[in-house]
């Protein structure tokens, strides 16, 4: 969906939970960034806490370019 530039807010919520493994799925999926001045930011940020885990939320602030 951020490769197609169809995503304007996110969500994320961080855990004292690690998961991984060769198979593992992304939770961002799509072709990445080589640079970290490609990557897609968040304006305004939330965050806040729910027990031990954290919710991040914000708005696309500026979308990825394109890769050289």
């Given at each position: 969906?951020?490769?197609?530039?169809?995503?304007?807010?996110?969500?994320?919520?961080?855990?004292?939970?690690?998961?991984?493994?060769?198979?593992?799925v992304?939770?961002?999926?799509?072709?990445?960034?080589?640079?970290?001045?490609?990557?897609?930011?968040?304006?305004?940020?939330?965050?806040?806490f729910?027990?031990?885990?954290?919710?991040?939320?914000?708005?696309?602030?500026c979308?990825?370019?394109?890769?050289?």
């Amino acid at each position: 969906a951020f490769d197609e530039k169809i995503v304007d807010e996110v969500a994320v919520w961080a855990t004292p939970v690690i998961l991984g493994g060769k198979n593992a799925v992304s939770p961002v999926m799509g072709l990445g960034v080589r640079l970290l001045s490609q990557a897609v930011t968040l304006s305004p940020m939330d965050s806040r806490f729910s027990g031990p885990d954290l919710l991040i939320r914000g708005k696309i602030r500026c979308s990825r370019k394109s890769q050289p």
